[in-house]
């Protein structure tokens, strides 16, 4: 069984992982495509596979079942091993990059309760793990590196690491969000979770768009789908608008430019939302396989 399947940056590689405990990589050009490597050395089904954006080089990370998360880098045509994290004590369950504008930066999420984060620099790395949610976490998302309404130079001053924000979801039926602390060199949880599910989140999308407001969508178990809005004027408060659906749901997923939403479920079906005029969430498209 496939797991994860991801396009790099350029969409000229797949990297696809699964339950044999195997990466392949695959160089895709048009309609054709090639298995170029199969990556060997997890110790259970591998759950999710992340490209890194390409100025730190041909990176993937990749994370399973046996707690571990591996970064794997491409020179001159083969695939190297480059580090090998047993932060965890239990499986691992989504890595996500940062924004490359704040960093070389890895978010994981676990079944142990806790989230690490790695920072990669000058070919060493730091780590930071902290308690998030008590029964185990689902998936995390990072925040757009500017906020919105700032219209902040995109090419921000030496030394700047951007905006370190990030939310997870979790078996408690929790959101949180969590943002950098240089004074305690560590993640402090913003604000009072995000509550309102009444079943385990299964995914969290932040919206890449820096327009007037943030979203936040989230996936559960409970058969719906809820986006969050903060806008400059709430004090950084969260509104939210609830999607019903048929099934529980499993993954969303938000456009480029962050007006769209993508949403599968246990249906099998893929629906695509967007919001209209009045701030009301509109189906604009389904696909069933």
């Known amino acids: 069984m496939i797991h994860d399947a991801v396009l790099d940056y350029y969409g000229r590689r797949l990297a696809t992982c699964s339950s044999d405990r195997t990466i392949k990589i695959f160089e895709v050009d048009g309609e054709t495509q090639r298995l170029t490597e199969t990556l060997k050395g997890h110790e259970g089904p591998v759950w999710c596979v992340a490209w890194a954006h390409p100025k730190y080089g041909n990176i993937l990370a990749s994370a399973g079942y046996d707690g571990k998360v591996f970064i794997w ?125 009444t079943d385990w989140v299964r995914d969290v999308a932040w919206s890449p768009t820096v327009l007037q407001k943030s979203y936040i969508a989230s996936a559960s178990q409970d058969k719906t789908v809820r986006i969050w809005t903060s806008d400059a004027g709430s004090q950084g408060a969260w509104n939210c608008k609830v999607l019903n659906f048929d099934a529980p749901v499993w993954r969303v997923s938000w456009s480029l430019s962050g007006n769209v939403l993508a949403v599968s479920g246990g249906d099998n079906k893929v629906t695509l939302w967007k919001e209209n005029l009045k701030g009301e969430w509109e189906c604009v498209k389904t696909m069933e396989e």
């Open 73 to 197: 880098r491409e020179q001159s045509g083969s695939w190297q091993k480059l580090f090998d994290f047993a932060l965890h004590k239990a499986s691992v369950n989504i890595v996500a990059w940062s924004p490359h504008e704040s960093g070389c930066l890895l978010a994981c999420a676990s079944s142990d309760g806790a989230v690490s984060v790695l920072e990669f620099k000058d070919n060493n790395y730091e780590h930071t793990t902290f308690p998030a949610h008590g029964l185990g976490v689902n998936s995390v998302s990072w925040a757009p590196s500017t906020t919105p309404g700032s219209i902040v130079s995109s090419n921000p001053g030496p030394g700047s690491t951007g905006n370190r924000r990030f939310v997870t979801g979790g078996c408690d039926n929790l959101l949180k969000i969590w943002a950098w602390d240089p004074a305690a060199n560590g993640y402090k949880q913003e604000r009072e979770p995000l509550a309102g599910h």
